[in-house]
């Protein structure tokens, strides 16, 4: 009886989501063709690119059981710091690569309070958000950085095309290929899914659950600081509100890909699907003219369904 | 009360659990139900609870053909049934436990408190037990928890009580204590069903038992006319050997050393030393202190002082890590909590602590994990469909089986079982008697931490007894009897 059980919940796991996301292209489809041309196809991926490299690293952090409040901030932060360093004459893509490295040193210390400090990832994260929104603008003095130079390379990374496919999205998908072998292939992610689903079990059986859950916030800030050079390469320039709420959507995605906010269940496709979900929904209602404010009691209806079709099948 | 359960069946989907089960109790008499695991014990209390409805048979009660829709019907009826994960809120007091969900109220539903602790002393005084009502549960010993529950079932007028397994987890002075309160029970006309791995406390405290095999009832008998003999044989179906497997010592160098390992207030100045292929047995009540030695001497709690000597080199192990470095593996009394990650399969359980075999570049060879899983699986004969099956599917034993299994792939020098029988039928213990015989013929060093004292004479080369975070004494195999291991165990000589 129990066999059959988790076999059904499996099948709802890999496709339920898949499924209705399938579903929303046909409605959406059904009300506007143009919603399938290429074009708006390709500015799908690139508008849902950001918010899928902040939720494939939540992804990790949810599974161990954990959360982070603090991804927008990240960016916020990484985003500024990148700009700051460009508009004094740093290489752009220099730059680029000593903001990220600075976005994964605040994840990192997220992990360490976390972890040492063995505070909820909740409360640390919460406090972190603020804390890193704060610099932002003190950093940036509440004011846009704008003038950061016209490196083609920089401007590439957030407007270009590669092969026809916009730059954001290319990454999104490496980025998800990369990130899909660490969970599923690696014993890093055997670990991830190991602490989540019992961490005193993990800890007696030798894995250096500290270090693997410090490791993970830094993947998640590191992903989030991606986010963020992507955004102020589209942008041109760095804002300090830039990245508000973010978190939100990123958790929304990772849980309509069916990973239990408790830890220990749930797959990356599920978040690509879930990040997916919501990009189609902006999109399309965007496209049937939806207003905004109705946008936004769709998606939170959305979300509430989700959850419900995943709780009731167990 | 008198009931008789007459010809039950129950099957769940293909799964058939009851084939024609026969089960009556008395007024006021301990009825053992005993079986290995998997026999269709709980899914026929479950019937009897109105948790389940049978697909075939009846159930009278004084006479009567009865069925209850729900578990609500049943207990309205005078059944109780207090399982082995006890029913209590932690953070609430005893008072709030005893009432939860039948609290008393008046018309504007303020609770009527007076009340309230008047009715808990009366059901108090007639098991003649006394615990402070504003206590908070989770400060309750876990004998404290049980008579809580006890409390409770009386409270809502039961006449019959099941209880599963009650005594897994209390010391022996509060089984003492425990089996007063049935005794008593019963003088009121209340009838217990006592469903238990351990013979001993059947013999003690049961006037009836009834043997379950494969969904099907064995036999029903006094216990005066049976036997400890008849009563395991009935159980696994066939002439079982002795109950311990037959060990040679044959112990070699001292692998393990440890000399004056000390936690303030848990336990002091405690000396233990194991010889490659021996078993130390640490025996003590409950609560003095055995199994926080054996976590801290894993890394798992810290220590104030004590010096650690593996193969003659002084180590410091600070966290289970360091532990698995230097050889040593654990085998915790509570595997579900601590032993398996229970929505793994077999193979992702047995994986976790040789990932670095494994995984040596970071990648997982699936392949080999599961080669080496399906190795495990034979040589401990794990029942499993397959190693992808999720571990939380299997029986107590087979999932205990898995544990020692994952520990075995580490190759250590010394194997560090808690309670390694608990909760496991007669026929899997024999197994796992028998695997750590051969583990220490192959040399590995075995500390055995038991609550059972003939798991502990019939399979420790040495025994230490612990004594309110002391080691009160040492007996060799020959010279260990019960009384010996009591006397030290509760302070005596």
């Known amino acids: ?314 | 009360m008198q009931i008789k359960m007459h010809n039950i069946y129950k099957a769940f989907g293909q799964n058939k659990v009851l084939e024609g089960v026969h089960f009556s109790l008395e007024a006021g008499e301990v009825h053992a139900l005993m079986g290995e695991n998997g026999a269709g014990k709980s899914t026929l209390m479950n019937i009897l609870t109105g948790l389940h409805k049978q697909d075939q048979g009846t159930i009278e009660i004084n006479g009567k053909e009865t069925s209850f829709r729900d578990s609500k019907e049943a207990e309205e009826a005078g059944m109780a049934f207090i399982r082995q994960e006890l029913n209590i809120w932690p953070e609430m007091t005893v008072l709030e436990n005893l009432f939860i969900g039948r609290e008393m109220v008046n018309a504007f539903g303020v609770l009527k408190t007076k009340q309230m602790k008047a009715r808990a002393k009366e059901i108090f005084k007639t098991l003649n037990i006394s615990l402070p009502f504003d206590k908070e549960a989770e400060f309750c010993s876990v004998g404290e928890q049980q008579m809580i529950e006890i409390a409770k079932a009386l409270m809502t007028d039961a006449e019959v009580i099941i209880m599963d397994e009650p005594t897994a987890a209390l010391t022996d002075r509060e089984i003492e204590k425990l089996f007063e309160v049935m005794k008593g029970l019963t003088k009121k006309g209340v009838s217990l069903v006592y469903i238990s791995h351990r013979m001993e406390e059947i013999f003690a405290i049961c006037d009836r038992i009834t043997v379950m095999r494969d969904g099907k009832t064995v036999d029903t008998k006094r216990i005066a006319e049976t036997n400890f003999d008849e009563v395991v044989q009935k159980m696994v179906g066939r002439e079982l050997e002795d109950r311990f497997p037959s060990r040679e010592s044959n112990a070699g160098d001292i692998v393990l050393d440890v000399k004056g390992l000390t936690r303030k207030g848990l336990f002091e100045d405690i000396h233990l030393a194991v010889r490659q292929g021996e078993i130390v047995g640490v025996a003590g009540l409950m609560g003095a202190g055995r199994t926080e030695i054996m976590r801290a001497l894993f890394g798992v709690d810290q220590i104030d002082s004590g010096e650690i000597t593996i193969e003659g080199k002084k180590v410091s192990i600070r966290k289970p890590t360091d532990a698995v470095r230097h050889g040593l593996a654990f085998i915790t009394e509570n595997r579900k909590e601590e032993g398996l990650i229970l929505d793994f399969s077999v193979r992702e359980n047995i994986g976790l602590p040789n990932l670095k075999s494994f995984a040596p570049s970071g990648i997982v060879k699936t392949e080999d994990e599961m080669n080496f899983a399906e190795m495990m699986i034979k040589r401990l004969h794990v029942k499993t469909s397959s190693a992808e099956t999720v571990i939380g599917n299997l029986s107590g034993g087979n999932q205990q089986k898995v544990v020692i299994a994952k520990w075995i792939g580490t190759s250590p020098k010394v194997l560090i079982m808690d309670e390694p029988t608990r909760g496991i039928d007669v026929g899997a213990k024999r197994e796992i008697y028998e695997l750590m015989n051969e583990l220490t013929e192959r040399g590995i060093a075995i500390i055995m931490v038991s609550s059972e004292l003939p798991e502990i004479i019939g399979m420790s080369d040495r025994i230490l007894v612990v004594h309110e975070g002391e080691i009160a004494g040492e007996l060799l195999k020959q010279e260990a009897t019960q009384e010996k291991i009591m006397a030290l165990a509760t302070g005596g000589n």
């Open chain 1, 1 to 314: 009886m129990k066999l059959e059980a988790t076999g059904k919940s499996g099948i709802w796991q890999k496709f339920g989501p898949l499924l209705a996301l399938v579903l929303l292209f046909i409605v959406i489809t059904v009300l506007n063709p143009s919603f399938m041309e290429p074009n708006n196809i390709l500015n799908l991926l690139r508008q849902t690119s950001i918010n899928a490299l902040i939720a494939f690293g939540m992804t990790f952090i949810i599974l161990t059981g954990g959360i982070d409040l603090s991804v927008g901030s990240i960016l916020a932060l990484s985003s500024a710091l990148m700009a700051g360093m460009m508009v004094s004459g740093l290489d752009p893509i220099l730059a680029i690569l000593v903001g990220i490295l600075l976005g994964a040193i605040m994840g990192v210390i997220n992990g360490i309070l976390v972890s040492k400090g063995k505070m909820a990832p909740f409360i640390v994260t919460l406090a972190t958000m603020t804390i890193f929104r704060g610099l932002t603008l003190v950093y940036t003095d509440g004011k846009p950085i704008t003038g950061i130079g016209d490196s083609v390379m920089f401007q590439m990374l957030g407007r270009g095309y590669f092969l026809g496919v916009p730059v954001p999205a290319v990454v999104m998908i490496i980025a998800f290929m990369i990130l899909w072998f660490l969970l599923h292939k690696t014993s890093f992610g055997r670990k991830t899914y190991a602490i989540g689903g019992n961490e005193r079990a993990s800890r007696i059986s030798g894995i250096k659950v500290d270090r693997v859950k410090v490791a993970i916030y830094g993947l998640a800030g590191t992903m989030a600081a991606i986010a963020g050079a992507i955004l102020t390469s589209r942008l041109n320039s760095a804002q300090p509100t830039a990245g508000q709420s973010y978190e939100m959507d990123a958790i929304a995605a990772v849980v309509l890909g069916g990973t239990s906010l408790s830890g220990g269940k749930g797959r990356l496709f599920g978040t690509l699907v879930g990040v997916l979900i919501i990009g189609t929904l902006n999109n399309g209602m965007n496209l049937l003219g939806v207003s905004s404010f109705y946008q936004q009691v769709v998606k939170g209806a959305v979300i509430l369904i989700a959850v419900l079709l995943d709780r009731k099948k167990s």
